[in-house]
């Protein structure tokens, strides 16, 4: 017991003082910022998801004593929150056997145990990117219009900071990037929460801490009415005001999901290619550096969802059913 609390007070310690380096204003600091729920997700999936939390709120109520209870509430929300629920799906599971009819002529089969699917829990890392980005914006203010004219003066001031010869042009500029903002910071979320848990996950695996076999990442499919809850989202960001801006960064986010279940089809669409990791690491190069081209993994995200193409890939390279005689 005292070990387990040790683990967890080290866990939070850690990702309290990632969180914290943000303050210094040095580029390492926005890494360990970024990094800051791997410590508790490990905690969760090695020692279980109590672990996680104890440190959490250990580290949440430190981070509120040193720098104020604005600290400490977005700790909770943005780190510790999403670490303990996280890891707590990724040891989720449910036994699908059953013993055996008759234990004395036969000993009882050894139960299967059916994990929390990835798909739901990359729907998960949407939902937490979607409360992180927004509940970031609304201390900007309560509405669009505040938040928008806030983001554009708090802009405004860093360019003219740069270069004080700013021009109208560069108004325009900032115009354009306000716009952007909400759904750019909602896959910087997406994307970090889901690489933390993917790094923890690989840690505790590699100490042998994991309690439940890796799963096959090929296989990731979001639950069909995730593309019913994009239509809805994208619906809603004509609609104006706080509604529209919400949509966007739920928008943003799904778009994002459907991009990783995208990569998990052409990791799947490539198996039979001789030059597989080829053109995998140049599909991942080309995305890293320039950026846009994931849009051609969410199109390939979303024309899975419809039309199934994995299911149809593996299909046609199962061997033919022997005759009958």
């Known amino acids: 017991m005292m070990a387990f609390g040790l683990i967890a007070l080290i866990a939070g310690a850690a990702s309290a003082l990632m969180f914290a380096s943000i303050i210094s204003g040095a580029l390492i600091s926005l890494v360990l910022f970024y990094l800051a729920p791997l410590p508790l997700m490990v905690a969760a999936i090695g020692w279980g998801p109590l672990c996680a939390s104890l440190g959490g709120i250990v580290a949440a109520i430190g981070l509120g004593a040193l720098f104020g209870l604005p600290y400490c509430i977005a700790f909770a929300v943005t780190v510790a929150l999403p670490a303990w629920w996280l890891g707590h799906l990724v040891l989720l599971g449910r036994q699908v056997g059953s013993l055996a009819p008759d234990a004395a002529a036969e000993p009882p089969a050894k139960p299967e145990i059916e994990w929390y699917p990835i798909g739901r829990i990359l729907l998960w890392i949407a939902g937490f990117a979607t409360l992180t980005t927004m509940a970031a914006l609304l201390t900007l203010g309560t509405d669009a219009e505040t938040i ?17 010869q700013t021009s109208g042009e560069a108004s325009q500029f900032v115009d354009a990037l306000v716009r952007i903002v909400p759904a750019g910071a909602t896959i910087i979320a997406m994307m970090t929460l889901t690489l933390n848990l993917w790094l923890g996950a690989k840690v505790t695996a590699t100490s042998g801490r994991l309690r439940r076999p890796w799963p096959d990442l090929k296989t990731a499919e979001l639950p069909p009415m995730t593309l019913v809850a994009l239509c809805i989202a994208l619906a809603l960001c004509f609609t104006g005001g706080l509604p529209a801006t919400v949509a966007q960064i739920a928008t943003a986010a799904l ?27 140049s599909t991942y190069a080309v995305v890293v550096v320039f950026g846009w081209p994931v849009i051609a993994m969410v199109i390939l995200g979303l024309a899975d969802a419809v039309f199934g193409f994995r299911e149809r890939f593996l299909r046609s390279r199962q061997p033919p059913p022997l005759p009958t005689p």
């Not at 928008?148 to 004080?164: S, V």
């Open 148 to 164: 928008t004219g806030t983001l554009r003066r708090g802009l405004m001031r860093l360019l003219r900071a740069t270069d004080p």
């Open 255 to 281: 778009m994002m999901a459907y991009a990783l279940t995208g990569f998990a089809v052409l990791h799947t669409l490539t198996l039979a290619l001789k030059s597989r990791t080829f053109w995998l690491g």
